[in-house]
């Protein structure tokens, strides 16, 4: 049953299965008026017993929700201020919609964008994320938070606490999405999910998981996939039994550890994750996605490699992103400290294995030659302050290129629905290393995310004060547009299929789309060699089996 949208001079109102909401109303970056519904629960407040449980969908309310103001972030331990922010109540969902006039049975419904966001799968939220570029377009922006940390992640890898909660968190916005935003003016049968960094790798997992069967249409996953090797975490069990002792709890039985995890304080919990980053920040991911013992509530209980290449995942329009400085996330913090220099220098083989990831996957006494080969072929005999584009290029091949890049080939391989990839190198008018305060003196680049600020406004990359940023910003929210619409993408933009085993893409320069240029690479990101080094990432179950054998 379609919803009603209803609207006077002061207030919008929607009105969907929970009950009557109120929004308000806001203006494009071109004065159009728009109507915005904020803070909406889509789950019962995941707290008390319901911690480290799955999310339950929220209950219906009486007289009408306030939608008026964003939620609190998901409680974290930010990056950005190595500090625990944010509240366990956090899991609700924004919705901001062009439709400012009735919603009625006749009424033609638009597409829909839901955004995920990024951070690690460790902070982060959807509040900054803003409609005023996006909704000039007749396009409805959902953004929503989901569990980060250990509060969504940890698992004991058996039926008491599996694991990959704030995954589920997204299942039910999706779920939620669905059922309700023909009450905005959205097409429930037209939702394309994209998202930025774990956001772009959860929008790649729900690809790839059977709860997210039907909810969604298209997918846009921008700097993160899948196989990147910080999404899947390594040893969970083992990592949860010594969060435990640090508050502790009880360390063998999964049940009693559970027990005594709920009556700790959420940020004691929280502010723990700096003991499993050794440096910095680093892993940043220590708590995220484990393959689950199947059953009907596992969101994923094969290896990603093996869903894909036993074609089990969906076979849907695929977008995948990368710009051209990704390492600068992490690597910015490093480049920006000069204390931070000289120890990743002197330090090499003692933190590569951390600021990279493969601490728990390279094979047994092989950490030294693995960081000394990775040294090599980067950066020669040159130290890193000598090398810092090349040292960006090792952190952003490792973390983001190879395996972003592995994953839409694979896709484009085995599934028929179009696979598209574009390059994003344009230096706007902000850049990547300010979010970290970090001046364009010290490394001037396109770094990790800068797209997204370019179709959905960010207040952590504000473009909309520079024209030449902004005509390319209406430019790209065309071309995500049209593949939404499943229109013929411009500028002779083949599809991944068409180059492969090559991997063929878009390259956006400029603001000038003559700039705009179709590159054809055959080893773009390096990605040969990283399989050389032969981590146990990735492995197909058939070479696993070869292997032990």
């Not at 969907?16 to 004065?31: D, E, M, P, S």
């Not at 460790?122 to 959902?142: A, C, N, Q, T, W």
């Not at 490093?334 to 493969?358: A, R, S, V």
């Not at 603001?511 to 032969?534: C, H, M, P, R, T």
């Amino acid at each position: 049953l379609l919803g009603l949208f209803s609207w006077t001079s002061s207030q919008p109102t929607a009105h969907i299965g929970q009950g009557t909401l109120n929004g308000l109303y806001l203006k494009t970056a071109n004065n159009r008026p728009i109507a915005a519904f904020l803070g909406i629960p889509y789950a019962k407040p995941p707290v008390g017993k319901h911690r480290f449980k799955e999310s339950i969908s929220a209950t219906p309310w009486m007289g009408v929700y306030n939608a008026t103001s964003l939620p609190d972030d998901c409680l974290q331990y930010s990056h950005l201020k190595y500090a625990v922010q944010g509240s366990e109540d956090c899991l609700y969902i924004n919705v901001y919609t062009p439709k400012v006039s009735p919603v009625t049975l006749g009424t033609s419904l638009l597409d829909v964008i839901v955004y995920i966001h990024g951070g690690a799968f460790m902070f982060h939220s959807g509040s900054p994320y803003r409609p005023e570029f996006l909704l000039d377009k007749d396009v409805i922006l959902v953004t929503f938070n989901y569990r980060l940390g250990a509060l969504g992640f940890l698992s004991t890898e058996d039926d008491i606490l599996p694991g990959n909660n704030g995954l589920k968190d997204q299942v039910l916005a999706l779920k939620w999405v669905k059922n309700n935003i023909a009450a905005f003016g959205g097409n429930p049968n037209s939702i394309t999910i994209s998202g930025v960094s774990a956001g772009g790798a959860s929008v790649h997992y729900h690809m790839l998981s059977p709860l997210s069967h039907g909810l969604f249409n298209k997918a846009i996953a921008l700097g993160g996939s899948a196989l990147c090797p910080w999404t899947q975490v390594e040893n969970a069990r083992e990592k949860t039994m010594e969060l435990a002792g640090y508050l502790g709890c009880p360390t063998n039985e999964s049940l009693l550890v559970l027990k005594c995890l709920r009556d700790r304080p959420a940020s004691r919990i929280v502010g723990a994750a700096k003991f499993f980053m050794p440096w910095l920040y680093n892993p940043f991911s220590p708590f995220s996605i484990v393959i689950e013992p199947p059953g009907p509530s596992a969101f994923i209980s094969e290896t990603p490699i093996d869903i894909i290449l036993q074609k089990k995942a969906k076979d849907l329009p695929l977008l995948t992103t990368v710009n051209l400085d990704e390492g600068l996330y992490p690597g910015v913090e490093i480049l920006g400290n000069p204390q931070n220099i000289q120890d990743i220098d002197t330090k090499w083989n003692e933190y590569l294995p951390f600021l990279l990831d493969y601490n728990y996957t390279a094979p047994a006494g092989q950490h030294d030659l693995i960081s000394n080969k990775i040294r090599e072929f980067y950066l020669g005999s040159a130290h890193v302050i000598d090398a810092k584009e090349k040292f960006i290029k090792m952190i952003g091949d490792r973390l983001f290129y190879a395996d972003v890049i592995k994953a839409t080939k694979l896709h484009a391989e085995h599934y028929t629905s179009p696979v598209y990839s574009y390059l994003f190198s344009h230096k706007g008018s902000k850049r990547f290393g300010n979010v970290f305060g970090v001046s364009n003196e010290i490394y001037d680049g396109v770094g990790h995310g800068t797209d997204i600020a370019f179709v959905i406004r960010t207040t952590y990359l504000p473009i909309q004060d520079d024209p030449y940023d902004m005509a390319l910003s209406r430019r790209l929210i065309d071309y995500w547009l049209t593949f939404i619409k499943g229109a013929p993408m411009p500028k002779g933009w083949p599809t991944v299929q068409q180059n492969l085993p090559n991997f063929g893409f878009l390259e956006i320069q400029n603001a000038n789309e003559v700039n705009d240029v179709v590159k054809i690479e055959s080893d773009y990101g390096n990605e040969q060699f990283w399989d050389s080094l032969k981590l146990n990432e990735n492995i197909p179950i058939n070479s696993r089996h070869k292997t032990e054998l």
